[in-house]
């Protein structure tokens, strides 16, 4: 803890990409949907050291980014409201983010914004799918 009451955290981020990739996307959308997601995933880092992982996959015609913390986790039953507006379990939390990402991504890109897989205590794992 630092002198504030806050809790320090190590967070490494690391990004696992295999080559050069070409996707049509709106740059500043899209980097806003990655800043948002790499937020939320730095809020559910409860352990002094935190893991975040960017892993692109190349397939025929998509391109798979997935984005993979060490954080708490989403509890099943909270699953199906992630995405909706004003959604938040945090006490400053405008539950905006997921929703707007996922119009971001769903619609203006006419790719998949999903969630693929959380445990809780564990982390969670969010997938972003464009085609090429
Ligand atoms: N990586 C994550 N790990 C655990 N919970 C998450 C994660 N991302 C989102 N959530 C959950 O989804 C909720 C909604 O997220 P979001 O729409 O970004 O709103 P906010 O960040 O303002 O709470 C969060 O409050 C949190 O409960
Ligand atoms: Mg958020």
Redesign the pocket.
Known sequence: MNADGKVIKKVSIKINSPEKLNVKMNKDLFEWVIE??L???L??IDKTTGIIEFTVHNRDKEVLLD?T?N????DKK?RK???R?G????L??????????KRIIDVYHKGKLTLID?ILDK??T?RIKLAK
Do not use: C, H, M, Q
Request: charged content about 20%.
């Open positions: 948002n997601l937020k939320n995933s809020d559910a984005v913390d954080g708490k986790g989403i909270f409201d992630i995405f507006p959604y938040s379990t945090k400053r939390g405008w539950g905006l983010g997921l929703s707007l990402a959380s982390g969670t969010f």
